[in-house]
């Protein structure tokens, strides 16, 4: 059973272009999203995390935008840049006890020039 | 400050034969977490170490163990590889980030493991 469904599995945008990428999730008790960026050859990391007290959290030219009632939460990136070309998870998780993140499947994301 | 380590980057093995993949944190974390990599499969949790002296399997468990051998390492072993075992492995770390004003755990990963069984 997939807990955290992530759309689209690829995205090819123009430099300058928004892409969006979207999850869903279905445990009401997660309580905490970040979103990971991953470069080829390379882990996971970090890229932008928020929490359902809010319904939009901007980083830079990334946002996270939130929406509890349908359990869902999405990526935009404003002025895409082929240094963004990546694959991107989106997670969900508990903040309380063992931090263990539910992962979506993940989005390659290409940005051409 | 290094990290997240893995060892080794590459490898490639026989059906049957045994290995173990090496990780280390430098960053004083407790918990401590494998996964794999797979086309279109996302990150899947192989096991994880919540803290020193526990562990626990996660979502794919199964033709893996692990041995947290102290607070910095967590190594995870293939007793008898098969092929469904070729992937990319992944080490992870988790605890407070620093110079973020939210407290909330944060995952640091590994370079990976790119495991190839024949």
């Known amino acids: 059973q997939q807990q955290v469904k992530q759309s689209p599995q690829s995205l090819i945008v123009q430099k300058g272009g928004i892409p969006i990428i979207n999850c869903a999730y279905e445990?009401?008790?997660?309580?905490?999203f970040p979103w990971y960026q991953q470069f080829p050859g390379k882990g996971p990391a970090l890229l932008i995390a928020i929490r359902p007290d809010v319904s939009e959290k901007k980083e830079g030219r990334f946002t996270i935008s939130f929406n509890k009632s349908a359990k869902q939460f999405s990526l935009h990136i404003m002025d895409s840049q082929p240094g963004d070309s990546a694959t991107y998870f989106c997670?969900?998780?508990?903040?309380?006890?063992?931090?263990?993140?539910?992962f979506g499947r993940g989005t390659s994301l290409i940005v051409h020039p | 400050n290094a990290g997240v380590t893995q060892t080794p980057k590459f490898q490639v093995l026989k059906t049957g034969q045994s290995m173990t993949l090496q990780c280390a944190q430098d960053m004083n974390h407790n918990s401590m977490y494998w996964y794999r990599q797979d086309p279109g499969m996302g990150l899947r949790l192989i096991y994880y170490?919540?803290?020193?002296?526990?562990?626990d399997k996660g979502e794919v468990p199964n033709g893996y163990n692990v041995s947290r051998l102290n607070k910095r390492e967590f190594s995870l072993r293939l007793e008898s590889a098969a092929p469904s075992q070729t992937s990319v492995y992944f080490c992870?770390?988790?605890?407070?980030?620093?110079?973020?004003?939210?407290?909330?755990?944060?995952?640091?990963f590994g370079p990976g493991t790119r495991l190839t069984v024949l």
């Open positions: 170490s919540a803290s020193e002296g526990t562990t």
């Open positions: 997670a969900a998780s508990r903040i309380r006890g063992s931090y263990i993140p539910t």
């Open positions: 445990n009401t008790a997660f309580d905490y």
């Open positions: 992870a770390s988790s605890g407070p980030p620093p110079l973020r004003v939210d407290p909330t755990d944060t995952q640091y």
